[in-house]
């Protein structure tokens, strides 16, 4: 399975991009990128994945380098409402054709300051 | 509204009891998810079940028994053998279709030992 490693705390200042690093180096050429934030005592919540290409919606960005390496997730005007864990992972399919299981690790503590 | 309900929100377990964890979600989903997170901790699967009548162990299975007799439905029974229950309890859900496999999650059910 491959393993994600995030820094542990960050912070911005309100109205102001927040860039989430995340490494990902023994990553498999069919594994997603994922990203879900989880906001205190609440249920993590989806926001972004990819495969190698960067994607965008409503939410954030999502940058892969060209070796998939690594990536960032970008919220481009974070509000205090950002403020949460964030989590990166990487899509681990499972023995059946079409389950799989995601891997929480510890996560990026987001502080968004006013 | 369509989504993922877990009950009771807060729920506390006598010594030798055994209690069980609600989940029922609308999404017409086929897969589902037991995880559990520990304070600071990230999420560890419990259990998961990609189809009615079908279900495996995740990571930390030891303690804990699930069955999926409806599609909607996928209680978690916290068994006596647990001898350390107390932990934020996360159910999920997702679809299969357009590979995109995302998980939908209910908003917790806390469980503390009196």
């Known amino acids: 399975d491959a393993k994600t490693t995030q820094p542990p705390s960050m912070d911005c200042a309100e109205g102001r991009a927040a860039n989430l690093p995340c490494n990902h180096s023994t990553i498999s050429g069919n594994e997603y990128v994922y990203w879900y934030r989880q906001i205190h005592s609440q249920g993590p919540q989806y926001i972004i994945h990819?495969?190698?290409n960067n994607e965008t919606n409503e939410m954030a960005s999502l940058i892969i380098t060209e070796d998939r390496k690594s990536s960032t997730l970008i919220l481009p005007h974070a509000t205090l409402r950002d403020t949460a864990v964030y989590y990166c992972i990487v899509r681990v399919v499972g023995m059946r054709d079409s389950s799989y299981k995601l891997i929480f690790g510890s996560g990026t503590r987001l502080l968004v300051r006013p | 509204d369509g989504g993922i309900t877990q009950s009771p929100k807060y729920l506390f377990r006598k010594e030798g009891q055994n209690v069980t964890l609600s989940c029922e979600q609308n999404l017409n989903h086929d897969a589902m998810y037991w995880y559990r997170q520990d304070p600071g901790q990230g999420l560890r699967l419990i259990y998961y079940s990609q189809i009615v009548n079908d279900f495996q162990k995740g990571d930390i299975a030891e303690g804990y028994s699930v069955s999926r007799e409806k599609k909607e439905s996928f209680p978690l029974t916290v068994t006596s053998a647990q001898k350390n229950p107390t932990a934020f309890y996360l159910c999920?859900?997702?679809?299969?279709?357009?590979?995109?496999?995302?998980?939908?999650f209910g908003a917790g059910t806390r469980l503390s030992v009196l």
């Open positions: 990819g495969l190698k």
């Open positions: 999920a859900s997702s679809t299969h279709s357009g590979g995109k496999n995302i998980q939908y």
